[in-house]
T-cell receptor, first 112, second 114 residues
Framework: SQKIEQNSEALNIQEGKTATLTCNYTNYSPAYLQWYRQDPGRGPVFLLL?????KEKRKERLKVTFDTTLKQSLFHITASQPADSATYLC???????????FGAGTQVVVTP | EAQVTQNPRYLITVTGKKLTVTCSQNMNHEYMSWYRQDPGLGLRQIYYSMNVEVTDKGDVPEGYKVSRKEKRNFPLILESPSPNQTSLYFCASSPTRLEDYEQYFGPGTRLTVT
C-alpha cells in the first residue's frame, strides 16, 4: 500500500494570500488523485480530481498540480478567505479498483 | 436531497456487544465504502463494495463485517466490539463512471467501546 504524507502542522495564513499544501506518496503512481475538504465533526467533501496524465486542474480559486516524477501533488487556495479554514485531505486510488488511501490531512487556518 | 445517511450518529457500547451501523444513499450509486478516522492516522478504508453482493476488504477489515444486499444500503457490523474500535466512522458512496470515483460522505458515526 501507499505511504501518503501531508504536512501535519497547521498552515496559518492571512486572508488574501495563497495557501499551498503538499501531498507526497511513496510507492506506485496512482491513476488519479483527489482532494477533499473536511470541517470539524463532518464528513469530507470532494473538491477536485486530477488524473496521472494531467499536470494541472483548476476550479474557481483552487488549483491542483500533479507531478508523477516527484510523486507529489500541490493544492493551492488563492485569495484565501476565513471560510476556507478547514482540514484538507488528499486521496489516492489504491492497488485495486475501489481501494482508496487518504492522507492524514493538513489544517488550514485563514485569519482576517 | 442527494445524501448519504448514517445511524446512529453517536454510540457508546461495551466490549463484546454486537452492533450495526447503518448506511444508506439515495443517489443510486454502485460503489459504497466504510472508513474509520483516528487522530493522526487519517481515513482508513475498512471495506468497500463495487455493487450489490460484491464486497472487498480495505486496509483495516479485521473485526468488521459488511453486507450489500441492496444497492442503497451498506451496513457495518461489529460482531464483538473492542476498545480499539473506538473511532469516528464514515460511510461513502460514488458513481462508477469510468474513473470518476468522487466520493460522497455521510455525516459520521462516533463510536465509543468501553
Amino acid at each position: 500500500s501507499q505511504k501518503i504524507e501531508q504536512n501535519s502542522e497547521a498552515l496559518n495564513i492571512q486572508e488574501g494570500k495563497t495557501a499551498t499544501l503538499t501531498c507526497n506518496y511513496t510507492n506506485y503512481s496512482p491513476a488519479y488523485l483527489q482532494w477533499y475538504r473536511q470541517d470539524p465533526g463532518r464528513g469530507p467533501v470532494f473538491l477536485l480530481l486530477i488524473r496521472e496524465n494531467e499536470k494541472e486542474k483548476r476550479k474557481e480559486r483552487l488549483k491542483v498540480t500533479f507531478d508523477t516524477t516527484l510523486k507529489q501533488s500541490l493544492f493551492h487556495i488563492t485569495a484565501s478567505q476565513p471560510a476556507d479554514s478547514a482540514t484538507y485531505l488528499c486521496a489516492l486510488d489504491g492497488d485495486s479498483w475501489g481501494k482508496f488511501q487518504f492522507g492524514a490531512g493538513t489544517q488550514v487556518v485563514v485569519t482576517p | 436531497e442527494a445524501q448519504v445517511t448514517q445511524n446512529p450518529r453517536y454510540l457508546i457500547t461495551v466490549t463484546g456487544k454486537k452492533l450495526t451501523v447503518t448506511c444508506s444513499q439515495n443517489m443510486n450509486h454502485e460503489y459504497m465504502s466504510w472508513y474509520r478516522q483516528d487522530p493522526g492516522l487519517g481515513l482508513r478504508q475498512i471495506y468497500y463494495s463495487m455493487n450489490v453482493e460484491v464486497t472487498d476488504k480495505g486496509d483495516v477489515p479485521e473485526g468488521y463485517k459488511v453486507s450489500r444486499k441492496e444497492k442503497r444500503n451498506f451496513p457495518l457490523i461489529l460482531e464483538s466490539p473492542s476498545p480499539n474500535q473506538t473511532s469516528l466512522y464514515f460511510c461513502a458512496s460514488s458513481p462508477t463512471r469510468l474513473e470518476d470515483y468522487e466520493q460522497y460522505f455521510g455525516p459520521g458515526t462516533r463510536l465509543t467501546v468501553t
